[in-house]
């Protein structure tokens, strides 16, 4: 965009990655929230994820003090397709991950970066940072915990779960962090068939088993307006975070998490949501396992690969 200034020599560049889809609501604020940012160099990265509200309009015609780069995705395949799509397209050191209706303060980016570099500093060899998170309020009250819930457990030793005494935590979050893209390229950017849920889980446990780490920093807030687990779902984006938990829970079943997590999660996801009244909805996941199972067997032959190697390693 015109107008944007040159990076400044000596500093990492870090990219934000914003995925709008029918977010339009929400721009004016997320500008003002970019706009405002201390840390530079600093870019944004938007990817119009076939948005039909406005969203990409709003973003071609309110330019920031910060070069803005728009790619477009022509169908709507969920958040993790479009992060890979930005993905492809950065060479940068660093990306921000922010949902567009997050709000946060001019020093996120900075104390982010800071954390990042404090953290690295204090690792054994062969340990790097994998990423780092604020802390989240919701409507002016504390919101998701950044670790598992108590029935949550990893199976293999040394696979962090929990929130450790230096604030180390299990992964990033998916509403707002700063990530490695090193990371990422190692990982093959983001599992498409997790999507819309269970991507940080997904990513966090395959990052530990090659020696990343993941912080949050206790006194730096954004706030997030959590909804309930699927309110305002419906149709093919309900469906489509749905069969995310349940390729996540397979895929890391019995490898790098125990079947006692996946069996309490499964268990959970169909009557909390209902799901477990509607035959029609049972029988359209049978068929959707069916489908994916040449998939989901690959999937789970690479994890293998990996815990395998570090094993090795």
């Known amino acids: 965009m015109p107008g944007a200034p040159p990076f400044p020599v000596g500093r990492e ?13 929400h721009l004016d604020q997320l500008w003002r929230d970019l706009a405002r940012q201390t840390y530079r160099p600093l870019e944004v990265l938007v990817v119009d994820n076939d948005s039909h509200d406005g969203s990409a309009e709003f973003v071609q015609t309110h330019p920031l003090p910060l ?34 209706d997050c709000i946060f303060p001019p020093e996120l980016v900075e104390r982010l970066v800071e954390c990042a570099h404090e953290k690295a500093g204090g690792l054994p060899a062969g340990e790097m940072i994998g990423g780092v998170s604020p ?13 598992g819930s108590p029935h949550f457990h990893p199976k293999q030793r040394g696979l ?39 991507d940080e889980v997904d990513v966090g446990l395959q990052a530990q088993l ?10 730096l807030t954004v706030e997030h307006p ?29 490898i790098t998490l125990s079947w006692r997590t996946v069996a309490f999660e499964m268990v959970t996801h169909l009557f909390w949501n209902q799901f477990a009244r509607s035959p029609r909805v049972l029988a359209s996941q049978l068929v959707w396992f069916v489908q994916v199972a040449p998939v989901l067997s690959s999937r789970r032959r690479q994890l293998r690969a990996l815990w395998g190697s570090r094993v090795c390693g």
């Open 13 to 25: 560049v870090v990219t934000v990655i914003v995925v709008v889809t029918f977010d339009r609501p």
């Open 135 to 147: 802390t989240f309020l919701w409507k002016g009250r504390p919101g998701a915990p950044l670790h």
């Open 226 to 254: 959590y909804a309930p687990r699927f309110a305002g779902k419906k149709g093919a984006q309900l469906r489509m975070r749905s069969d995310s938990i349940w390729f996540s829970l397979l895929k890391h079943g019995g």
């Open 67 to 100: 070069p803005v780069r728009v790619v477009h995705k022509a169908r709507n395949e969920g958040v993790s397709p479009a992060w890979n799509l930005a993905l492809q397209q950065i060479q940068d050191p660093w990306i921000l991950l922010v949902s567009p």
């Open 160 to 198: 962090l779960n929990g929130v450790a005494p230096d604030g180390e935590i299990l992964s990033y979050h998916g509403a707002c962090a700063l990530l490695s893209t090193g990371l990422l390229r190692r990982l093959g950017g983001w599992d498409v068939q997790v999507n819309f849920g269970g």
């Open 210 to 219: 090659l020696g990343y780490r993941f912080y949050t920093v206790g006194d």
